[in-house]
């Protein structure tokens, strides 16, 4: 290694490498915050996948970067001149995943770091063992040979990620779960250390006028696919009995007819498509509370999103951005439960008092979306494996 003689020395001249799987808007803002002090590589696997409809505009940002050449193998992305990126740049610590979709090239950094005696912190979101990278044997067809697949390619994935949990130098945990989960696989609570899943600024537009909201207008905003388990919000919602309610969905998806046949007959619930920028950021002005009914989900931004905008939020418990809510924030529910996500929708619209106070306590708060924050987590992860 080299030798540093003071701290601003040492991290400032490190040469660090992240293997990111798709160029993430939300994600830019915390590397350009990262690279100020460090010299920072991003390798892109991939540009974006077919399920993601954001825009980037990569020229706008100083960090270095490249999106790879390659293909996708169902989830996974092969990067063809991934091993050449690598051996030509000799990094002094590279930051790594263990997700399947970026397989390929994250064994070859791992294998080229243990070589050259370079360090590996290893990027943790993952709460539990689940495995959610294959949908349709997730949530399709439960036949017994989809069953055995599923079960194999859980034994595999969980294997491949003990690899890098015993082989990593030290742990990016992005949530409190996340942290609860590396200890449980019997990651040294000294290896870990906390980073924060925010939302940047550029990315919560102001909404373009004043709205009044009704106090019982919720809406969901994300990808329509089985995991978020918005058939189970619809079925709460339809059974409030008031016309003035309204639930607006916001997205598109593989689940969308199925959705949308659930809601027949029930005008209030208001498919609107995707909405990005300032017509999302309209819709969340004139809702009242954000629903996340997530089977499982290592985050969800949108959470930061609605506490920004100054919405009360009901969360399912097995998402990571439950430890933002609190009595003042919002509530939680038990996945999957309808009676209990039925009655914490019927509680903030019955009680107008205590919804206008968790939307007076969330509106603004700068928390959700603090880079510097997030950078900091980073390098005091740097820092520690030197």
Avoid at 25 to 40: G, Q
Avoid at 253 to 263: A, H, M
């Amino acid at each position: 290694m080299k030798k540093y003689n003071n701290k601003r020395d040492k991290v400032g001249s490190l040469k660090v490498c992240i293997i990111h799987n798709i160029v993430s808007p939300y994600r830019l803002p915390l590397f350009e915050e990262l690279n100020k002090n460090v010299n920072l590589t991003v390798y892109f696997c991939k540009s974006i996948t077919k399920d993601r409809v954001w825009k980037f505009d990569l020229g706008e940002y100083n960090f270095k970067y490249d999106i790879l050449r390659g293909f996708s193998f169902g989830p996974i992305i092969i990067n063809t001149n991934a091993l050449w990126k690598l051996i030509k740049t000799n990094f002094d610590v590279v930051i790594i995943n263990s997700d399947p979709d970026v397989a390929p090239i994250v064994f070859m950094a791992f294998i080229l770091s243990k070589l050259r005696r370079k360090k590996i912190i290893l990027w943790s979101e993952a709460i539990n063992k689940e495995v959610h990278f294959f949908p349709s044997l997730v949530y399709g067809n439960t036949n017994a040979f989809n069953k055995i697949i599923l079960y194999l390619l859980t034994f595999f994935i969980t294997k491949y990620r003990k690899i890098y949990l015993r082989g990593a130098d030290h742990f990016l945990a992005f949530s409190n779960k996340a942290r609860e989960f590396l200890i449980e696989n019997k990651v040294s609570v000294e290896k870990i250390t906390r980073t924060y899943e925010i939302i940047p600024l550029d990315q919560l537009p102001e909404h373009s006028k004043k709205f009044v909201r009704n106090g019982k207008t919720f809406i969901y905003v994300g990808y329509l696919i089985p995991r978020k388990n918005i058939q189970l919000l619809i079925r709460a919602f339809k059974k409030i009995d008031d016309n003035k309610a309204k639930l607006y969905i916001v997205g598109t998806g593989p689940s969308e007819i199925q959705l949308k046949k659930l809601s027949k007959n029930d005008n209030r619930i208001i498919f609107t498509g995707n909405k990005e920028g300032v017509d999302k950021s309209n819709l969340y002005a004139t809702s009242d509370i954000l629903v996340l009914p997530s089977l499982d989900d290592s985050w969800g931004l949108v959470v930061n999103e609605a506490i920004h905008y100054g919405l009360g939020v009901i969360t399912s418990d097995t998402i990571g951005a439950t430890e933002l809510i609190d009595t003042n924030t919002g509530l939680i529910f038990k996945s999957n439960n309808l009676e209990q996500l039925y009655s914490a929708m019927t509680e903030l619209i019955n009680d107008k008092k205590k919804l206008k106070s968790m939307q007076e306590h969330n509106l603004g708060n700068s928390g959700v979306s603090d880079i510097k924050k997030a950078s900091k987590g980073f390098l005091r992860a740097i820092c520690k494996v030197l």
